[in-house]
């Protein structure tokens, strides 16, 4: 299985950004998906996951701002970013979720 993220750059604080994960294989589709973010000198936390079933949740910094999606059909996770803020600025991964496999990361800054 491979992901492969996209759809990072660099945004005012206020504007938005959507990232894909697309995945190879058909494993993807059966299984929860997960964004996660690094900042410098930060470890790497959970932002947001969505089950095969497409229940959703959270970390609480992201709520009402952030939404994750997928698409089956696609094989793709979406994270849609909004009102983004500079504390967002990191390199964002995909992961399916209690594997090793993650994508290569997409790096998100955010200007104040």
């Known amino acids: 299985v491979q992901l492969q993220a996209s759809g990072g750059g660099l945004v005012q604080a206020g504007g938005s950004l959507r990232l894909s994960c697309a995945a190879s294989g058909g494993f993807f589709r059966w299984n929860s998906v997960g964004w996660y973010r690094q900042a410098p000198g930060k470890q790497r936390e959970l932002v947001a996951g969505?089950?095969?079933?497409?229940?959703?949740n959270y970390v609480d910094s992201v709520k009402g701002r952030f939404t994750i999606s997928r698409d089956n059909a696609k094989n793709t996770v979406y994270l849609q970013m909004n009102s983004l803020k500079s504390e967002d600025t990191a390199v964002y991964f995909c992961n399916i979720l209690g594997t090793q496999f993650w994508g290569q990361g997409t790096q998100v800054t955010v200007s104040s």
């Open positions: 969505i089950t095969s079933g497409g229940i959703t």
